[in-house]
Protein backbone atom coordinates (compact mmCIF):
# COMPACT_ATOMS: atom_id res chain seq x y z
CA UNK A 1 0.00 0.00 0.00
CA UNK A 2 2.56 2.29 0.91
CA UNK A 3 5.04 2.94 -1.73
CA UNK A 4 6.49 5.53 -4.13
CA UNK A 5 7.08 4.61 -8.18
CA UNK A 6 9.99 6.55 -9.95
CA UNK A 7 9.44 6.74 -14.39
CA UNK A 8 10.56 9.51 -16.65
CA UNK A 9 14.14 8.27 -16.63
CA UNK A 10 16.00 7.82 -20.42
CA UNK A 11 18.77 8.42 -22.55
CA UNK A 12 19.30 12.32 -23.44
CA UNK A 13 21.81 14.16 -24.84
CA UNK A 14 24.31 16.54 -23.10
CA UNK A 15 22.41 19.95 -22.78
CA UNK A 16 18.63 18.23 -23.02
CA UNK A 17 16.34 18.34 -20.18
CA UNK A 18 14.01 15.43 -18.60
CA UNK A 19 11.18 15.25 -15.95
CA UNK A 20 11.20 12.13 -13.31
CA UNK A 21 8.42 11.86 -11.73
CA UNK A 22 7.37 10.30 -8.42
CA UNK A 23 4.15 8.79 -8.10
CA UNK A 24 3.14 8.24 -4.08
CA UNK A 25 0.45 5.50 -2.67
CA UNK A 26 -1.03 5.18 0.72
CA UNK A 27 0.35 8.41 2.24
CA UNK A 28 -0.02 11.71 1.46
CA UNK A 29 3.16 13.35 0.14
CA UNK A 30 2.50 16.73 1.89
CA UNK A 31 3.10 15.51 5.19
CA UNK A 32 6.81 14.59 4.05
CA UNK A 33 9.85 15.60 3.12
CA UNK A 34 10.35 14.62 -0.72
CA UNK A 35 13.51 13.80 -1.91
CA UNK A 36 15.08 12.49 -5.00
CA UNK A 37 18.51 10.89 -4.46
CA UNK A 38 20.95 9.49 -7.37
CA UNK A 39 23.53 6.83 -7.36
CA UNK A 40 26.26 6.87 -10.89
CA UNK A 41 28.60 4.08 -11.67
CA UNK A 42 31.19 3.11 -8.45
CA UNK A 43 29.92 6.06 -6.31
CA UNK A 44 27.91 6.75 -3.51
CA UNK A 45 24.09 7.52 -3.17
CA UNK A 46 23.57 11.41 -2.93
CA UNK A 47 20.83 13.53 -2.19
CA UNK A 48 20.44 15.74 -5.21
CA UNK A 49 16.92 17.63 -4.27
CA UNK A 50 14.66 17.86 -0.94
CA UNK A 51 11.27 19.66 -0.79
CA UNK A 52 9.86 19.92 2.59
CA UNK A 53 6.39 18.76 3.10
CA UNK A 54 6.00 21.97 5.50
CA UNK A 55 6.75 25.47 3.86
CA UNK A 56 7.40 24.20 0.64
CA UNK A 57 11.17 25.14 1.23
CA UNK A 58 13.52 23.14 -1.46
CA UNK A 59 17.55 22.59 -1.23
CA UNK A 60 20.01 21.25 -3.91
CA UNK A 61 23.08 19.49 -4.23
CA UNK A 62 25.71 22.65 -5.40
CA UNK A 63 25.91 20.81 -8.74
CA UNK A 64 22.69 20.54 -9.94
CA UNK A 65 21.79 24.25 -8.46
CA UNK A 66 19.62 26.65 -11.23
CA UNK A 67 19.67 23.25 -13.34
CA UNK A 68 16.97 21.23 -11.80
CA UNK A 69 13.69 21.96 -10.06
CA UNK A 70 11.95 19.63 -7.29
CA UNK A 71 8.23 20.38 -7.39
CA UNK A 72 4.68 18.81 -6.40
CA UNK A 73 1.55 18.05 -7.83
CA UNK A 74 -0.61 17.66 -4.57
CA UNK A 75 -3.56 16.53 -6.65
CA UNK A 76 -1.79 13.80 -8.30
CA UNK A 77 0.12 12.97 -5.12
CA UNK A 78 3.07 13.34 -7.15
CA UNK A 79 6.86 14.74 -6.80
CA UNK A 80 8.80 15.85 -9.80
CA UNK A 81 12.13 16.49 -10.46
CA UNK A 82 12.59 19.16 -13.98
CA UNK A 83 15.99 18.35 -15.18
CA UNK A 84 17.57 21.29 -17.63
CA UNK A 85 20.97 21.87 -19.10
CA UNK A 86 22.30 17.67 -18.36
CA UNK A 87 25.86 16.86 -18.29
CA UNK A 88 27.67 13.45 -18.40
CA UNK A 89 27.94 13.79 -15.24
CA UNK A 90 24.41 13.02 -14.36
CA UNK A 91 24.16 9.62 -15.57
CA UNK A 92 22.85 7.79 -12.58
CA UNK A 93 19.90 5.66 -11.06
CA UNK A 94 17.93 8.08 -9.81
CA UNK A 95 15.81 7.28 -6.65
CA UNK A 96 12.43 8.96 -4.66
CA UNK A 97 12.61 9.05 -1.31
CA UNK A 98 9.85 10.37 1.74
CA UNK A 99 10.38 10.79 4.90
CA UNK A 100 8.75 11.59 8.18
CA UNK A 101 11.18 9.44 10.54
CA UNK A 102 12.65 6.19 8.56
CA UNK A 103 11.90 6.35 4.77
CA UNK A 104 10.05 5.01 2.13
CA UNK A 105 12.17 3.99 -1.56
CA UNK A 106 11.13 3.94 -5.00
CA UNK A 107 12.81 1.34 -7.17
CA UNK A 108 15.08 4.01 -9.42
CA UNK A 109 14.87 4.98 -12.83
CA UNK A 110 18.21 5.15 -15.13
CA UNK A 111 19.07 8.33 -16.19
CA UNK A 112 21.88 8.26 -19.33
CA UNK A 113 23.56 11.44 -20.32
CA UNK A 114 25.52 10.93 -23.74
CA UNK A 115 26.76 12.14 -26.90
Known amino acids: QVQVVESGGGLVQPGGSLRLSCAASGFTIVLYTMNWYRQGPGKERELVAA????????SYVDSVKGRFTISRDTARNTVYLQMNSLKPEDTAVYYC????????WGQGTQVTVSS
Open 97 to 104: NARRGGGI
Open 51 to 58: LDGFGDRT
